[in-house]
């Protein structure tokens, strides 16, 4: 077999052959990953003749086309699509175009008229490809339909750039960043929920938003796996997240005495058994006092699941089939099961539309309580809810299961190796198949950013250069073997930017770690804000200044697989990493060095810019982080021009542990810990108060 032949087809498949981490090292693709990612994709290569034939079929694609699936369009300009036919094709060609709002424009053209640019084989016959010249089209999603053929596309018209707040660049906005299931209200249930949001919302005094965790799915009867970026649905909500007592059923199921939870951490299985066990009374009073009435609650309810169509449905068949197996790995369950389509499927649904019912009623309460909140930041802020969307999701999941067609199953995203992780990362998450995804016309990632956009003003994209590349992993291999694969980013940056100006919200990438080169160019040319973290934000052995932050960044001090501000200057993180085995005792030495050096600079930074407290100086290293040098990192970041500056509640409150610790799963309390006072006490202390007054006032002067 030929490495040569292998690399081609492979290069031709997107995958590349080598790369250069943050290091600067370079590192081969090996034979053997190829192959895998190949056959991840559905192209055989384990011999000669198999690459050849995967080669014939790659290059073949386009010229079994008439017209691409899709075809993305700039707001106010013509284009000219692809059209292949045989070479002697003439005459006239009729074509019509029904736009979004039902509106039908139609024309023909000669097809004599139309040039033939390249000619290539489809089916063994000769194919010409020709431009067919279309008009300018309204923003949307519109279909081009060729008069006496099947063939049919999806004619996106996007504008050039993301939404940006109206007020900018006049002014710059700041907001707040919780994990909400870690907020705390006198009277919850263990877990911060959508009430305890409303109550976040309205004690954030001037704040312009207010930043949130993702809220995806997870899976029901794994509880306790909790982190929001190995979801079950990207698409749906996490009912833990309900406030139960502010659904009108619960007031009519007449709820016993329920346990009271008041540990440090979420006690996701305990919580989950009893939150659930409620509502699953809840909607038996909703089915028999509502929908056998088919009165007013019951008509939301029937047009809510009317307005989540397929996706909704298949979400909730998939989880009363996770009822009937007993398990959400949906790998393991019988064919019939593993195929949302089948006869099968579709057998089971009409035999359990109850607890189909159930997942929709859950969906149903989950979309009023967070569109709620979503109203009242809407009202009391510039901004709003500032959400994020998980890079992908767990590979037993609800979408992947939904959606297999256009998943790379036998893959999985990660990270290569670096500093960090000598290893290189495995997330356990499954990637696109890029082609399959154009071949579905994007239908999955246009309800995925038009959901994600529903009701937030400000969008985090876990790791955005996903949509450039992304690092990929063979299922069961070892995180180091993986390579880079290549995304559409243009066809992304199209969808992303045209629900973010549908959905006035504003997109913010989270562009850490290796950034292919012009990436963040081309996310600014799109006003798509780049993620800057004070930490990592250093020009040689400096931090940078606040007016060397770029205009389009969100800017924040941390994040949560990092250490809170207090963390940072103690070497907490450090301290647990040792204590786990995460670094060696000769790396957490060097590394606690290294630390001493970053306050000193930081200190450095800090007094240039005449934030420093005067009773400190460059020498300042006590064991403790006073609120006078917390306010002023606060106080230097929040001067940057950077449009939006985000602070982290944690950080407000003096927390010392961090949320999540990458490279851990139970080892430490990833997900679970929650802040040690209630908001009420938080959201009233005075040091806190004039804490992001303080914000407010820096934020509030000139660009």
Same mark, same amino acid.
């Given at each position: 077999?030929?490495? @040569?032949?292998?690399?081609?087809?492979?290069?031709?498949?997107?995958?590349?052959?080598?790369?250069?981490?943050?290091?600067?090292?370079? @590192?081969? &693709?090996?034979?053997?990953?190829?192959?895998?990612?190949?056959?991840?994709?559905?192209?055989?290569?384990?011999?000669?003749?198999?690459?050849?034939?995967?080669?014939?079929?790659?290059?073949?694609?386009?010229?079994?086309?008439? $017209?691409?699936?899709? *075809?993305?369009?700039?707001?106010?300009?013509?284009?000219?699509?692809?059209?292949?036919?045989?070479?002697?094709?003439? +005459?006239?060609?009729?074509?019509?175009?029904?736009?979004?709002?039902?509106?039908?424009?139609?024309?023909?053209?000669?097809?004599? %008229?139309?040039? $033939?640019?390249? %000619? +290539?084989?489809?089916?063994?016959?000769?194919?010409?490809?020709?431009?067919?010249?279309?008009?300018?089209?309204?923003?949307? /999603? #519109?279909?081009?339909?060729?008069?006496?053929?099947?063939?049919?596309?999806?004619?996106? $018209?996007?504008?050039?750039?993301?939404?940006?707040?109206?007020?900018?660049?006049?002014?710059?906005?700041?907001?707040?960043?919780?994990?909400?299931?870690?907020?705390?209200?006198?009277?919850?249930?263990?877990? +911060?929920?959508?009430?305890?949001?409303?109550?976040?919302?309205?004690?954030?005094? !001037?704040?312009?938003?207010?930043?949130?965790?993702?809220? *995806?799915?997870?899976?029901?009867?794994?509880?306790?796996?909790?982190?929001?970026?190995?979801?079950?649905?990207?698409?749906?909500?996490?009912?833990?997240?309900?406030?139960?007592?502010?659904?009108?059923?619960?007031?009519? !199921?007449?709820?016993?005495?329920?346990?009271? @939870?008041?540990?440090?951490?979420?006690? /996701?299985?305990?919580?989950? !058994?009893?939150?659930?066990?409620?509502?699953? &009374?809840?909607?038996? $009073?909703?089915?028999?006092? *509502?929908?056998?009435?088919?009165?007013?609650?019951?008509?939301?309810?029937?047009? =809510?699941?009317?307005?989540?169509?397929?996706?909704?449905?298949?979400?909730?068949?998939?989880?009363?089939?996770?009822?009937?197996?007993?398990? @959400?790995?949906?790998? #393991?369950?019988?064919?019939?099961?593993?195929?949302?389509?089948?006869?099968?499927?579709?057998?089971?649904?009409?035999? *359990?539309?109850?607890?189909?019912?159930?997942?929709? /009623?859950?969906?149903?309460?989950?979309?009023?309580?967070?569109?709620?909140?979503?109203?009242?930041?809407?009202?009391?802020?510039?901004?709003?809810?500032?959400?994020?969307?998980?890079?992908?999701?767990? &590979?037993?999941?609800?979408? #992947?299961?939904?959606?297999?067609?256009? =998943?790379?199953?036998?893959?999985?995203?990660?990270?290569?190796?670096?500093?960090?992780?000598?290893?290189?990362?495995?997330?356990?998450?499954?990637?696109?198949?890029?082609?399959?995804?154009?071949?579905?016309?994007?239908?999955?990632?246009?309800?995925?950013?038009?959901?994600?956009?529903? #009701?937030?003003?400000?969008?985090?994209?876990?790791?955005?250069?996903?949509?450039?590349?992304?690092?990929?992993?063979?299922?069961?291999?070892?995180?180091?073997?993986?390579? /880079?694969?290549?995304?559409?980013?243009?066809?992304?940056?199209?969808?992303?930017?045209?629900?973010?100006?549908?959905?006035?919200?504003?997109?913010?990438?989270?562009?850490?770690?290796?950034?292919?080169?012009?990436?963040?160019?081309?996310?600014?040319?799109?006003?798509?804000?780049?993620?800057?973290?004070?930490? =990592?934000?250093?020009?040689?052995?400096?931090?940078?200044?606040?007016?060397?932050?770029?205009?389009?960044?969100?800017?924040?001090? %941390?994040?949560?697989?990092?250490?809170?501000?207090?963390?940072?200057?103690?070497?907490?993180?450090?301290?647990?990493?040792?204590?786990?085995?995460?670094?060696?005792?000769?790396?957490?030495?060097?590394?606690?060095?290294?630390?001493?050096?970053?306050?000193?600079?930081?200190?450095?930074?800090?007094?240039?810019?005449?934030?420093?407290?005067?009773?400190?100086?460059?020498?300042?290293?006590?064991?403790?982080?006073?609120?006078?040098?917390? !306010?002023?990192?606060?106080?230097?970041?929040?001067?940057?021009?950077?449009?939006?500056?985000?602070?982290?509640?944690?950080?407000?409150?003096?927390?010392?542990?961090?949320?999540?610790?990458?490279?851990?799963?139970?080892?430490?309390?990833?997900?679970?810990?929650?802040?040690?006072?209630?908001?009420?006490?938080?959201?009233?202390?005075?040091?806190?108060?004039?804490?992001?007054?303080?914000?407010?006032?820096?934020?509030?002067?000139?660009?």
């Amino acid at each position: 077999m030929s490495d @040569h032949a292998l690399a081609r087809l492979a290069e031709a498949a997107g995958i590349e052959a080598r790369y250069w981490d943050i290091e600067g090292r370079q @590192h081969e &693709t090996t034979p053997e990953t190829m192959r895998a990612l190949l056959r991840a994709f559905g192209l055989r290569a384990e011999s000669g003749a198999e690459i050849g034939e995967s080669l014939a079929l790659l290059r073949g694609e386009p010229w079994r086309e008439m $017209v691409p699936p899709v *075809h993305m369009m700039r707001e106010g300009e013509g284009t000219a699509i692809a059209y292949r036919a045989p070479p002697g094709e003439a +005459g006239k060609l009729e074509w019509a175009i029904v736009c979004e709002n039902g509106e039908q424009r139609t024309g023909v053209c000669d097809l004599a %008229t139309l040039p $033939v640019e390249e %000619t +290539g084989e489809a089916a063994g016959m000769a194919t010409a490809l020709r431009k067919l010249p279309l008009p300018a089209l309204p923003l949307g /999603y #519109h279909h081009l339909r060729l008069a006496g053929a099947e063939a049919e596309t999806l004619l996106i $018209v996007a504008p050039p750039s993301c939404h940006l707040p109206a007020g900018w660049p006049r002014r710059r906005y700041w907001g707040l960043a919780a994990q909400l299931y870690a907020l705390r209200r006198r009277g919850d249930w263990g877990i +911060g929920d959508f009430t305890a949001l409303r109550a976040l919302i309205a004690g954030a005094g !001037a704040a312009d938003a207010v930043g949130l965790n993702p809220l *995806h799915a997870l899976f029901r009867d794994v509880p306790e796996a909790a982190s929001p970026y190995s979801p079950s649905s990207r698409l749906f909500c996490n009912p833990l997240y309900l406030d139960i007592e502010a659904v009108t059923e619960y007031a009519e !199921a007449q709820v016993g005495a329920r346990r009271r @939870h008041v540990g440090a951490f979420v006690d /996701y299985r305990s919580i989950a !058994a009893e939150k659930y066990a409620v509502l699953e &009374t809840m909607f038996r $009073v909703f089915q028999s006092r *509502h929908l056998a009435a088919t009165d007013a609650r019951a008509a939301d309810f029937l047009a =809510f699941v009317a307005q989540g169509g397929e996706p909704l449905r298949k979400f909730a068949l998939f989880e009363a089939l996770c009822e009937a197996f007993g398990s @959400h790995d949906w790998r #393991h369950w019988p064919l019939w099961a593993q195929n949302a389509d089948s006869p099968g499927a579709r057998a089971f649904a009409e035999d *359990h539309t109850s607890r189909i019912a159930y997942s929709q /009623y859950l969906q149903w309460q989950c979309d009023m309580q967070l569109g709620a909140a979503s109203a009242l930041a809407r009202e009391r802020m510039a901004i709003g809810l500032y959400g994020d969307l998980a890079v992908s999701v767990d &590979t037993t999941s609800a979408d #992947h299961w939904a959606e297999r067609k256009i =998943f790379a199953g036998e893959a999985r995203i990660g990270a290569p190796p670096d500093p960090f992780n000598e290893q290189g990362q495995e997330w356990g998450v499954v990637p696109f198949d890029p082609r399959a995804l154009r071949r579905s016309g994007y239908g999955y990632l246009i309800a995925l950013f038009r959901s994600a956009m529903r #009701h937030v003003g400000a969008l985090r994209i876990d790791h955005v250069m996903g949509w450039q590349r992304l690092f990929l992993v063979p299922a069961g291999a070892p995180a180091a073997s993986g390579a /880079y694969v290549r995304y559409p980013l243009e066809d992304f940056l199209a969808i992303a930017a045209l629900e973010s100006r549908r959905n006035q919200c504003l997109l913010i990438g989270e562009d850490l770690g290796t950034v292919p080169a012009g990436f963040r160019e081309r996310m600014a040319a799109a006003k798509l804000l780049s993620c800057r973290v004070f930490y =990592f934000e250093r020009d040689g052995a400096r931090f940078r200044r606040p007016q060397e932050f770029p205009l389009l960044s969100a800017v924040s001090a %941390t994040t949560h697989d990092l250490a809170t501000l207090r963390g940072y200057w103690l070497g907490e993180d450090i301290a647990v990493k040792a204590r786990l085995g995460v670094l060696a005792m000769d790396e957490a030495a060097r590394a606690r060095t290294a630390r001493a050096e970053d306050k000193r600079l930081m200190l450095e930074a800090l007094r240039d810019e005449g934030v420093l407290p005067a009773d400190l100086d460059l020498a300042y290293a006590t064991a403790e982080l006073s609120p006078a040098l917390a !306010a002023a990192i606060h106080a230097y970041l929040a001067r940057t021009p950077s449009l939006l500056f985000v602070a982290q509640l944690d950080d407000l409150a003096g927390s010392l542990e961090q949320t999540n610790l990458p490279g851990t799963t139970t080892e430490y309390p990833n997900w679970r810990r929650r802040l040690a006072r209630t908001l009420e006490d938080l959201l009233g202390d005075p040091a806190i108060r004039e804490a992001m007054a303080a914000i407010a006032r820096e934020r509030a002067g000139p660009v």
